[in-house]
C-alpha cells in the first residue's frame, strides 16, 4: 500500500501527516499564518519537505480559504489547491465531504464542496470504528462538534454558516481566541468586572497562566510581540482588567485566568447541549476527544458522564505521533481514509 501524505490548510497552521497500511506513522503542525501571503504556505511546506519526501499520493483538506488573504472562499480553495499541486508537483486527492475524494480538476470545478469540510473527514475516520459517539475537536482557533450515529457523521450543518448555527462549531480554541471574545465580563480579587477589548491577551495567555498550555502547541506571535513567560502572559492579561501586574497578586491573577478559562469551556458545553438536543446520542456513546484542546474536551465529557476516547487511538499511531496524532485530526484523517481508499 502507498504511503499517503495528508494535509490540513489551515490560516495559522500547516498540519501533514503520513500513513502507511492504515497506520499513522508521522505527523507535524508547522506555522503558517497564510493571512501574509501564499509564500508562508511555500516556507511551511519547505519546512515539512523531510516528512513528506516519502509520500506517493497526497491527500487534501483545509480551511485556510476562509482567511483574510482571499476575495471569496470560492477563490481561495482555488488558489490553495492549484498553490498545492503545482509545489508539490502532484495530482492532489481532495476531500469534497460527503463525496469522498475527487482529482485537482474536479475539486477547482466546484469548490464550495472542499472548503472547510475538515471537520468531516475526522468524523468520518471516527465512524469506522465507533458506531455512535460525538467527535469534539478543539483548535487553537475553533471548537468542533460532531455527532456520528449507526457509523455515520450526522451534522446538521455542513457549512461555517449553518454549523454556526447549529452550535456544531463554535469560534473559540485553545490559544489563539482573543480574551475579549471569549467573556465581556471575570471576576479579578473576588470582584466581578467588565473587560476591556483590544487584542490585548489570548486564550495562550490564560493557560500561561494556569500553567495548563501543552509544551509545543502556541506557534504563534503573542499579541504585543513580547516574549510568552509567566509574568509577561499576566502583563497582558492584566490589561484586559485595565490594569498593571502589580495591581494584583499572583494568586489573584489566576483567579481571574481560571473565570476566563471556565467560561470559555461554559460556551463549548453550551454548544455541546444543542447539538445533542438536536441529535440524541444514548449516554454510553463515547466522546471522541481531539485538537490541542483535547485535555480540556475530556474534562467537559467527564462532567457529561461520557466516556472518552483519544482521536490519535482510533488513528492507529505510532507511540511516537500519537499525541499529536490527536492534536492534528482532519490532516491524520485524509491520509488514513485515501490510504485506504
Not at 7 to 12: E, S, T
Not at 228 to 238: D, F, G, K, M, P
Amino acid at each position: 500500500m502507498a504511503i499517503t501524505a495528508g494535509y490540513d490548510v489551515g490560516g495559522a497552521h500547516l498540519k501533514v501527516t503520513l500513513a502507511e497500511d492504515g497506520r499513522t506513522i508521522a505527523v507535524r503542525q508547522i506555522p503558517c499564518p497564510l493571512w501574509r501571503g501564499m509564500q508562508q504556505l511555500d516556507a511551511a511546506l519547505v519546512e515539512a519537505v523531510a516528512l513528506i519526501a516519502r509520500a506517493e499520493q497526497h491527500a487534501v483538506t483545509m480551511t485556510g480559504e476562509l482567511c483574510e488573504l482571499f476575495p471569496d472562499r470560492q477563490t481561495g480553495v482555488r488558489e490553495i489547491l492549484s498553490h498545492l499541486a503545482t509545489e508539490l508537483d502532484a495530482d492532489l486527492r481532495v476531500y469534497m465531504g460527503l463525496r469522498g475524494f475527487a482529482d485537482t480538476a474536479a475539486a477547482m470545478a466546484e469548490p464550495a464542496a472542499v472548503g472547510s469540510m475538515n471537520f468531516l473527514a475526522s468524523a468520518a475516520l471516527v465512524a469506522r470504528s465507533l458506531p455512535d459517539a460525538l467527535l469534539i475537536d478543539m483548535g487553537s482557533t475553533t471548537t468542533d462538534i460532531i455527532p456520528i450515529a449507526d457509523g455515520t457523521p450526522c451534522p446538521r450543518g455542513l457549512t461555517d454558516g449553518d454549523r454556526l448555527r447549529t452550535g456544531e462549531l463554535v469560534y473559540t480554541g485553545l490559544t489563539r481566541t482573543d480574551v475579549s471574545v471569549v467573556a465581556q465580563r471575570a471576576s479579578l480579587g473576588g470582584i466581578e468586572q467588565r473587560l476591556a477589548a483590544g487584542g490585548f491577551a489570548n486564550m495562550a495567555d490564560v493557560r500561561r497562566v494556569l500553567g495548563a498550555l501543552p509544551e509545543g502547541v502556541d506557534q504563534h506571535a503573542t499579541l504585543d510581540g513580547r516574549a510568552t513567560s509567566v509574568e509577561e502572559s499576566i502583563a497582558r492579561l492584566a490589561r484586559c482588567f485595565g490594569r498593571d501586574t502589580g495591581d494584583a497578586s499572583l494568586e489573584d491573577w489566576r483567579d481571574a485566568a481560571r473565570d476566563i478559562a471556565d467560561r470559555q469551556l461554559a460556551d463549548v458545553r453550551a454548544a455541546i447541549d444543542d447539538v445533542l438536543a438536536g441529535t440524541p446520542l444514548a449516554s454510553g456513546a463515547p466522546v471522541v476527544a481531539a485538537g490541542v484542546g483535547a485535555a480540556q474536551i475530556e474534562a467537559i465529557a467527564h462532567a457529561l458522564g461520557r466516556p472518552t476516547v483519544r482521536f490519535g487511538t482510533l488513528a492507529n499511531a505510532a507511540p511516537d505521533c500519537e499525541e499529536w496524532a490527536t492534536r492534528c485530526a482532519p490532516a491524520v484523517a485524509v491520509a488514513l481514509l485515501a490510504d485506504a481508499d
